[in-house]
């Protein structure tokens, strides 16, 4: 059965130092995984999408992921973490488990930005 | 761009009424899905449709009905709201059957008093 584990439930950064959000996810197929953003009273915004093409993958706003399969991960990160990116990030997974597609989502990592 | 429109940012609704919830895409999607969205519980798929007149359960379809009587439009129905239904309700489309990107509405905030 697919799951999706985001390991932390708050990061705190300060402006201009890196981020890292982590992601394992479980799998019996090959999977597609996402990244996505929700900024407050908004609905999620894709970040970046692996579907089994270069592991490494860059998103919007500097964002990139990178796929590990032998560590059933899929981190997060970005170099310089600006005040806007505070906001509520989530990991998907989809693959085809059971017969039929299904989009399995994290519980969330809140990323707090420190001035 | 992807538009994913729903009826309502803010709702209040008292306990027993009956309450629908409008979802409305503009790209010609084929898939439609809606979850609910509460704190440490990530997004809970309630049902979703590959087809017009299409539906299957999701993870957590008790006390939830869904019409999808045209394409472009996925409605959610409270039959009987209740208060542990107070919630964000969370629309999202997308172009194929599984690993394609979903694009989410802005969500409706449901509270039953």
């Known amino acids: 059965a697919q799951s999706v584990t985001q390991l932390d439930s708050h990061v705190s950064v300060s402006e201009g130092t890196p981020v890292l959000l982590r992601c394992n996810y479980s799998?019996?197929?090959?999977?597609?995984l996402f990244w996505y953003v929700q900024h407050p009273n908004k609905g999620l915004q894709l970040l970046l999408k692996?579907?089994?093409?270069?592991?490494l993958v860059k998103g919007i706003n500097g964002f990139e992921a990178e796929f590990k399969k032998s560590e059933t991960s899929f981190h997060l990160t970005k170099p310089s973490a600006h005040m806007s990116d505070a906001a509520e990030y989530f990991c998907v997974v989809s693959d085809q488990g059971s017969g039929t597609y299904k989009y399995i989502f994290g519980t969330g990592t809140r990323l707090k930005v420190l001035a | 761009d992807v538009k994913v429109t729903q009826s309502s940012r803010y709702l209040v609704k008292r306990t027993g009424e009956k309450v629908f919830l409008e979802c409305v895409q503009d790209?010609?999607?084929?898939?439609m899905f809606w979850y609910r969205q509460d704190p440490g519980l990530g997004l809970r798929l309630i049902y979703f449709?590959?087809?017009?007149?299409?539906?299957e359960k999701g993870d957590i379809p008790e006390g939830y009905s869904v019409s999808r009587e045209k394409k472009e439009r996925f409605s959610l129905i409270l039959e009987s709201a209740s208060t542990n239904q107070t919630s964000m309700y969370l629309c999202a489309s997308s172009l194929r059957r599984g690993r394609a990107v979903q694009y989410f509405g802005p969500g409706t905030r449901l509270t039953v008093t």
């Open positions: 692996y579907t089994s093409a270069a592991t």
């Open positions: 790209m010609d999607h084929e898939n």
């Open positions: 799998s019996s197929y090959s999977p597609s």
């Open positions: 449709s590959y087809d017009v007149k299409m539906k």
